[in-house]
């Protein structure tokens, strides 16, 4: 465990001290604006533009060490949010746009890096992993309220949901926008009309999460046989969901198809692929069905309570979900290919 955190902390903070290289994220900025004016423009924003600072871990607590890795998750942002600045268009408190986007997948990597290394039975990492984010948003907050003219915590917390929140996001995990967006709702520095979608947002964030329990459900098969979730025996549990004709749906069952650990797995009781189906157009399902694995366990939800019960949170279709012996989730509407790495690793040790 600590050689596979130790490589992320050194990858990770060699990227993050790589701070002039990436786009600025203004184009051109005023079109308007001709010659040496425009020009003049440029030279000034460029001469107060700062790099992404260089988090450089104290030797006293060594390289390879739990408390390097609890320092990074502490200090990360500090010297950020320390610095001088201003927040335009094209950077955010006086750093380029495109290398804070930058900073902050490095950030995430190491989030999701900690909750890899988790289980629920020890939890220890990820919820380390998960202050380090709350403490991220009292930074964020401190450093609006000491310049409440400032667009900083506009143009940051619009990053955070681009990353975490939003369902295309190949970096998204509600895990850790969960403290971010509560720390939203309770905020002075959101506006008044904004707070119930934080609400909203972190009440959809707080199910199914890391190391609880999916909620049983029950479900048909073409035949009209009838099974549940929580009858399911394996180690893992892959749930699923899907619609017939959906084009990401088509791309995630030859992903998964393709990938070598996922038939041998099934073969030996280790995995279940759970496919399910929530909506209505039960004939379109049944007449698309020779289009899903026979190994997969194919059904649909004929009660309606995946779609329509306020104990699971499916936001979009498709979305995959894997969980382990005693169905507590590990993944939560997770990437396909976080998914299958994890279980390819699974696989080979």
Known sequence: MKTKIAILLAATLALCSCGGGA????SSGSGAAKGGQAEGTKAEEAATTRSFPELTIPSVYGENTDEAREYVLQHYWDAFFKGEGK?????VLGVADGDVEQALANYIQILQTMKLLSTPDEPGLFR???GSVKRLFSQLEA???ADTSARTYLRFTEMVS???FDPNSPMRDEDFYLPFVQG???SPCTRDDMRNACRYEASQCSRNGFGQTM????????????GSLHSIKSDYTMLFFSNPGCNSCKEIINDIKSCGCIKPMINDGRLSIVNIYIDEEVQKWREYLPNYPKEWINGYDYTFSLRD?????IRAIPSLYLLDSKKRVLMKDAPTGNVLTYLDKIYNQ
Do not use: C, H, V
């Open 143 to 145: 450093r609006q309220l």
């Open 87 to 91: 927040t335009t268009p094209e950077a």
């Open 162 to 164: 681009k990353y975490l």
């Open 215 to 226: 909620p049983d459900f029950s479900f048909k098969s073409a035949k009209g046989d009838k």
């Open 184 to 186: 939203m709702a309770a």
């Open 309 to 313: 019960s306020n104990e699971f949170d």
């Open 23 to 26: 786009p600025s994220g203004g």
């Open 128 to 130: 380390q992993a998960q």
